[in-house]
């Protein structure tokens, strides 16, 4: 691999700050290798294509709305049928379903959108396990970094819906909500569906985030609704103007 080279006898002034994956550090460390700091560019510039080809992507669609969501959930749980409900729901009414593309709450909503005939979008990550692109998708692109794949669930939508998820949904959460927060993105809903799941969380925001540390301010709270259903869940994102600009 030319990104690697064996580390000379003198201390190179180059540091390596950028991360491996799994698969490059079994490489390193069998070939005794190091990656050069100097052979960067070459990410730099798929980091560069991965974002133009995702907002190329997105001047195909209009009145976008991104479904997040556990990619384990299975068929039989309510919240998989709830997020297939969304999906129709959005559809019917001139949405563009928009979601990470994979499993479980994503295939749910895909499946929706898919079968009133309605644009269908899976923006995939590429994962060892559990990420495969789902079947119900109508346009669809492929990612290596999680970070512009999440610009593109981003900057795609007009709103955001979460059904209960992982580390994964939670990480895409409270950034956009960060974003919104900070008037780094325009204020758009954000809604969280599925009242058990949420409320633990909710409740620490208030007793503790904000009622113990005041790390965040009570209006804060208001940045994001949380509902039970797809129908709720529908009635906010239905009244939210297309987004031209992120």
Not at 71 to 91: D, M, V
Request: net charge negative.
């Amino acid at each position: 691999m030319a990104l690697f080279r064996r580390p000379s006898a003198q201390p190179s002034s180059e540091k390596c700050r950028f991360p491996l994956n799994a698969q490059e550090r079994e490489h390193c460390e069998r070939s005794g290798t190091t990656p050069q700091a100097s052979e960067i560019t070459w990410r730099v510039f798929r980091i560069m294509a991965e974002i133009v080809e995702g907002f190329h992507l997105l001047t195909k669609t209009s009145h976008e709305v991104s479904v997040f969501g556990s990619a384990r959930t299975a068929p039989t749980s309510h919240w998989y049928k709830e997020s297939f409900a969304l999906g129709a729901l959005l559809g019917k009414n001139g949405f563009t379903v928009v979601t990470g593309g994979g499993g479980g709450i994503m295939e749910a909503a895909n499946k929706g959108a898919y079968e009133v005939g309605a644009p269908s979008v899976g923006l995939n990550i590429e994962l060892p396990h559990e990420q495969k692109m789902n079947p119900y998708v109508t346009l669809s692109h492929g990612f290596h970094y999680f970070f512009t794949r999440k610009v593109m669930l981003a900057a795609a939508a007009q709103a955001y819906v979460f059904f209960p998820g992982g580390f994964g949904t939670l990480d895409e959460l409270f950034e956009l909500i960060t974003l919104v927060q900070t008037g780094k993105s325009a204020k758009i809903p954000i809604v969280l569906v599925g009242k058990d799941h949420w409320a633990p969380l909710v409740s620490w925001l208030e007793s503790h985030v904000y009622g113990t540390q005041d790390a965040i301010d009570p209006g804060d709270l208001r940045l994001f609704t949380v509902v039970d259903s797809a129908e709720e869940a529908y009635a906010i994102v239905s009244k939210s103007p297309e987004r031209y600009l992120f």
